[in-house]
């Protein structure tokens, strides 16, 4: 299994981005998925979480949206009016047979 984020970087407050998380190894299409952040000396937080059809979601941040391509095993989170404290490294991860895997992580920085 391997998750591999991209789309992160810097980017002024009140801007867009949208993370990808590209998953190959297993059947994507199976399982759902979720975006987590972590911000040094605090805890991973969950931003988003979408079941494996993609007809539910639930976000956190009402500015950010969770979706999934099955035909492309990738999984997105658009993130619009970003603010200073959306700055946090990006995890992509889901569950598979109880075993956790999770990207590697994209840095997001919100800053003017």
């Known amino acids: 299994v391997q998750l591999v984020e991209s789309g992160g970087g810097l980017v002024q407050p009140g801007g867009s981005l949208r993370l990808s998380c590209a998953a190959s190894?297993?059947?994507?299409?199976?399982?759902?998925m979720s975006w987590y952040r972590q911000v040094p000396g605090k805890e991973r937080e969950l931003v988003a979480s979408?079941?494996?059809?993609?007809g539910n979601t639930n976000t956190a941040e009402g500015r950010f949206t969770i979706s999934r391509d099955n035909a492309k095993n990738t999984v997105y989170l658009q993130m619009n009016s970003l603010k200073p404290e959306d700055t946090a490294v990006y995890y992509c991860?889901?569950?598979?047979?109880?075993?956790?895997?999770w990207g590697q992580g994209t840095q997001v920085t919100v800053s003017a």
């Open positions: 991860y889901c569950m598979i047979n109880n075993i956790n895997y």
């Open positions: 979408i079941f494996s059809t993609g």
């Open positions: 190894g297993y059947t994507f299409s199976r399982y759902g």
